[in-house]
């Protein structure tokens, strides 16, 4: 069982104007003994990267990197903040990969003078998902049949089976401005919730043929309702009970200063200015 040293991260670093970690050396730092395996995890870094709205190719730079012996391959140049994105999608079973992870957060807190949660990252990309999939259960839902005006009304049927009330009405039980869009102040477990209520309800329309507003709106309350049950019996909390967080706007500034920051520390040093002696 290996331990993560924050002395032997920053001795394997590398400095080329700025100071970067190669994805091969990083992969062997986090415990993991093939390429294969890691690249998996860089991929989904790399994921992560976009989703914040960060350009990938900046954080996981393409490189050739000569093993110790002496064979050249085709790695990534990692910044700080691409290895702490590295060690979120790193399997928590390697100590590693979990000291890694804690040390890293550690120095983005550090630099931003805020706390880095390890859930804020899977928030971002739950809410994300969740963006796309609402999409695809209301376009199957008008291919199904469903009028724009009854959109609404379809949404709400959703909320009425998971929570028990309606959209309106759950935003004032959880304490949030009505202006606010709720999806953006639920934790990562309540986002994955409604993900999959949105995936599981375009599924049932689909593989049962439903058809017209009244069935519609009967599936999306029953996909609710099945959903609550699941999140009851799994947790023992209802729903509407499960706490809010930070605005994931805040959330995605935060990680996105964490990034700037890092740049900053590991960026080119400014030369000392001269001090330059007033005339005699």
């Given at each position: 069982?290996?331990?993560?040293?924050?002395?032997?991260?920053?001795?394997?670093?590398?400095?080329?104007?700025?100071?970067?970690?190669?994805?091969?050396?990083?992969?062997?730092?986090?415990?993991?003994?093939?390429?294969?395996?890691?690249?998996?995890?860089?991929?989904?870094?790399?994921?992560?990267?976009?989703?914040?709205?960060?350009?990938?190719?900046?954080?996981?730079?393409?490189?050739?990197?000569?093993?110790?012996?002496?064979?050249?391959?085709k790695t990534y140049k990692l910044t700080r903040f691409a290895c702490l994105l590295v060690t979120v999608h790193g399997d928590s079973k390697k100590p590693e990969v979990a000291q890694a992870k804690a040390a890293l957060a550690a120095i983005a807190d550090r630099l931003i003078g805020e706390k880095i949660h390890d859930q804020d990252l899977g928030r971002i990309e739950t809410r994300e998902d969740?963006?796309?999939?609402?999409?695809?259960?209301?376009?199957?839902?008008?291919?199904?049949?469903?009028?724009?005006?009854?959109?609404?009304?379809?949404?709400?049927?959703?909320?009425?089976?998971?929570?028990?009330?309606?959209?309106?009405?759950?935003?004032?039980?959880?304490?949030?401005?009505?202006?606010?869009?709720?999806?953006?102040?639920?934790?990562?477990?309540?986002?994955?919730?409604?993900?999959?209520?949105?995936?599981?309800?375009?599924?049932?329309?689909?593989?049962?043929?439903?058809?017209?507003?009244?069935?519609?709106?009967?599936?999306?309350?029953?996909?609710?309702?099945?959903?609550?049950?699941?999140?009851?019996?799994?947790?023992?909390?209802?729903?509407?009970?499960?706490?809010?967080?930070?605005?994931?706007?805040?959330?995605?500034?935060?990680?996105?200063?964490?990034?700037?920051?890092?740049?900053?520390?590991?960026?080119?040093?400014?030369?000392?200015?001269?001090?330059?002696?007033?005339?005699?």
């Amino acid at each position: 069982m290996g331990d993560f040293s924050i002395q032997a991260f920053e001795d394997a670093g590398q400095e080329n104007g700025t100071r970067f970690w190669y994805a091969h050396v990083f992969m062997g730092v986090l415990g993991y003994e093939t390429w294969t395996s890691f690249q998996s995890v860089i991929t989904k870094a790399m994921g992560s990267c976009a989703k914040l709205g960060l350009d990938p190719t900046d954080a996981f730079i393409q490189a050739t990197y000569t093993d110790e012996t002496g064979k050249e391959c085709k790695t990534y140049k990692l910044t700080r903040f691409a290895c702490l994105l590295v060690t979120v999608h790193g399997d928590s079973k390697k100590p590693e990969v979990a000291q890694a992870k804690a040390a890293l957060a550690a120095i983005a807190d550090r630099l931003i003078g805020e706390k880095i949660h390890d859930q804020d990252l899977g928030r971002i990309e739950t809410r994300e998902d969740l963006k796309l999939a609402e999409k695809l259960m209301s376009g199957v839902a008008q291919s199904a049949g469903l009028q724009a005006q009854d959109f609404g009304l379809f949404k709400d049927a959703g909320f009425r089976g998971m929570y028990n009330m309606g959209l309106r009405q759950l935003v004032s039980y959880k304490g949030l401005d009505a202006s606010k869009t709720l999806y953006d102040f639920m934790g990562l477990e309540e986002l994955a919730g409604n993900l999959f209520r949105a995936t599981q309800t375009a599924a049932r329309i689909k593989s049962q043929g439903t058809r017209g507003r009244d069935p519609l709106l009967h599936t999306a309350k029953t996909v609710g309702a099945e959903v609550r049950q699941m999140m009851v019996r799994n947790s023992g909390v209802n729903p509407e009970a499960l706490p809010i967080s930070d605005d994931i706007g805040l959330v995605r500034r935060r990680m996105k200063s964490a990034d700037r920051e890092m740049k900053k520390l590991d960026g080119p040093k400014k030369a000392p200015k001269k001090r330059i002696s007033p005339p005699k």
